[in-house]
């Protein structure tokens, strides 16, 4: 239950640290900012939202690497637990012991792949 918790909000800051990223002006947009563009009028003014979204991105990545390693150390313990198909072979393996066998015909030896009905050669 923790495992999945952990790994949605992983999910999801790893979403936002994407967002975030993609959101960034480059270093070549406050060139153009110098000469007089009106992109640099925004909400948070002309380096306010940079300082802003650098922050935030430097904390999303920490939290990105913190939920990552915890990931790691659980999914040590979820490893242990038996797979699917082992678990789906046990399960086979008991409904056969409940489920007397049917009786088998006796079927003739069958040598050198030949079929049973072809007489063997000596």
């Not at 046990?90 to 012991?97: A, G, K, P």
């Amino acid at each position: 239950m923790l495992y999945n918790i952990i790994l949605v909000l992983h999910v999801i800051v790893a979403v936002a640290l994407v967002v975030l990223v993609l959101l960034q002006q480059g270093k070549g947009a406050d060139a153009g900012a110098a000469f007089g563009s009106g992109a640099s009028g925004t909400v948070f003014g002309s380096r306010g939202a940079a300082n802003f979204l650098t922050r935030t991105t430097g904390v999303l990545a920490f939290l990105f690497f913190a939920l990552s390693l915890a990931l790691f150390t659980l999914a040590g313990d979820v490893g242990k637990s038996e797979s699917i198909v082992d678990q789906s072979e046990q399960q086979s393996q008991e409904q056969e012991s409940r489920v007397p066998a049917a009786p088998q015909e006796d079927e003739p030896e069958q040598d050198n792949g030949a079929p049973a009905d072809v007489p063997k050669s000596d």
